[in-house]
Nanobody, 123 residues
Framework: VQLQASGGGLVQAGGSLRLSCAAS????????LGWFRQTPGKEREFVAH????????YYADSVKGRFTISRDYAANTVYLQMNSLRPEDTAVYYC?????????????????WGQGTQVTVSS
């Protein structure tokens, strides 16, 4: 099982990026999918998750209204559209597959992790 994140990069404040995370080796159609992020010296923090059927999404307060999580079942991929980016969004972003159909903000509820993609927002 492998999760491959991509789409990170350098962007100016106010700009947008779209992260993708493709799963291979198995399908996650019955699992929640999520995004977390981490900066040096800090704990990995929750960003967003989406339920197995795509009908329920949840966001950290810091990204609510700016980020949108979605999933494509045919492509076995989860996306994170990030708009109105701020310097404080700078981090390594990780995708993860949940252990159950509905996600949470807890890292322990996610069992498979991607390798991370760097997002840098300049002021």
């Amino acid at each position: 099982v492998q999760l491959q994140a991509s789409g990170g990069g350098l962007v100016q404040a106010g700009g947008s990026l779209r992260l993708s995370c493709a799963a291979s080796g198995r399908t996650f159609s019955n699992n929640a999918l999520g995004w977390f992020r981490q900066t040096p010296g800090k704990e990995r923090e929750f960003v967003a998750h989406i339920s197995w059927n795509g009908r329920a999404t949840y966001y950290a307060d810091s990204v609510k209204g700016r980020f949108t999580i979605s999933r494509d079942y045919a492509a076995n991929t989860v996306y994170l559209q990030m708009n109105s980016l701020r310097p404080e969004d700078t981090a390594v972003y990780y995708c993860a597959a949940g252990r159950r159909p509905y996600g949470s903000g807890n890292r322990s509820d996610f069992g498979s992790w991607g390798q991370g993609t760097q997002v840098t927002v300049s002021s």
